[in-house]
């Protein structure tokens, strides 16, 4: 089955251009349509500029027409580089990471926005670039949900009807999401479960998912390469078709999985008028 996945790590594994097309090569002969490649930095890394990210940016349009670059946590962004970042034409950025920054709160201290982090997500929507709110707190997420008339992007996270945690999504959170006709990227990552996951784990996730909310706004956001632990049973894409099947197995429709796997985030990259990697 084919697959898109709206979080990979890889350029915090690699830069090495022979990797990363190797890299890519394997995922698209796994049948992967997109994976959205992030380029993450910590607030404040001096070796954070323009020019690294657009060598970078560079770089993954280079060694494949499936990797599409985004931006991990947005701190660097000033009055200054601003106008020059938007050349670059991200697909989307999450705001945060970690930590709260000069844009807004993140998941484990809930800041609010900035008047600086207020203009930033006016300029973004202006130039066709989503706002990735994977990592925002609640208090910064439903300030944004205000802010913002386009759907709503979640690329990476939990959900807190498996464990309540400061990375997951509330029910409330969900229903904003699903509103707006946005999307969410499932993560991979134990933490958000607080236990041991594994395909069975991750299946049965999707079928809660899919019997309470709409099953058009739910993806896969796996955040391989970024993630500490992974599940039991697996360990990258080639693994994936061991979710597929226990989907299949539990009854769920074929074109459901379908939509999930792949067909609900290519219809996100479709229908933004930016998109200049198809």
């Known amino acids: ?36 490649c992030a380029y993450y930095s910590q607030n404040d890394d001096a070796n954070v500029n323009i020019n690294d990210i657009t060598y ?13 670059p985004t931006i ?16 670059l034409k991200p697909f989307c950025c999450t705001l945060t990471h970690t930590k709260s920054n000069n844009l807004c709160g993140d998941a484990f201290d809930d800041n609010g926005f900035t008047d600086w982090g207020k ?42 009807f498996e464990f309540v945690y400061p990375r997951n999504l509330s029910n409330e959170q969900i229903k904003i999401i699903e509103e707006s006709k ?12 607080n236990k041991s996951i594994n395909s069975k784990t991750l299946a ?5 998912f899919c019997d309470n909310y709409d099953y058009k706004i739910l993806g896969l956001g796996t955040d391989f390469n970024g993630i500490q632990m992974y599940p039991e049973d697996i360990k990258d894409y080639n693994d994936l ?25 290519l219809d996100k990259i479709n229908k933004n008028k930016y998109y ?3």
């Open 1 to 36: 089955m084919e697959f898109c996945d709206a979080h990979n790590d890889i350029l915090h594994v690699t830069r090495n251009e022979e990797e990363l097309k190797k890299y890519f090569d394997k995922q698209k002969k796994n049948n992967a349509k997109k994976i959205f």
């Open 204 to 208: 049965d996730t999707i079928i809660k």
């Open 56 to 68: 970078c940016f560079n770089l993954i349009k280079k060694i494949s027409n499936i990797a599409i």
């Open 72 to 87: 991990e946590n947005s701190w660097f962004l000033t009055p200054e580089n601003l106008e020059e970042f938007i050349k």
């Open 119 to 160: 203009e930033v997500v006016k300029i973004f929507e202006q130039n066709d670039i989503l706002v990735d709110t994977a990592h925002m707190g609640e208090k910064s997420f439903f300030e944004f949900a205000d802010m913002t008339t386009k759907p709503i992007f979640n690329s990476h996270c939990g959900f807190d």
């Open 182 to 193: 946005g999307y969410i990227g499932l993560a991979f990552y134990p933490k958000f479960f």
């Open 241 to 265: 078709i061991k979710v597929e099947n226990e989907l299949l197995n539990k009854g769920l429709n074929k074109t459901i999985v379908e939509r999930i796997f792949s067909i609900n985030l």
């Open 276 to 278: 200049a990697f198809a």
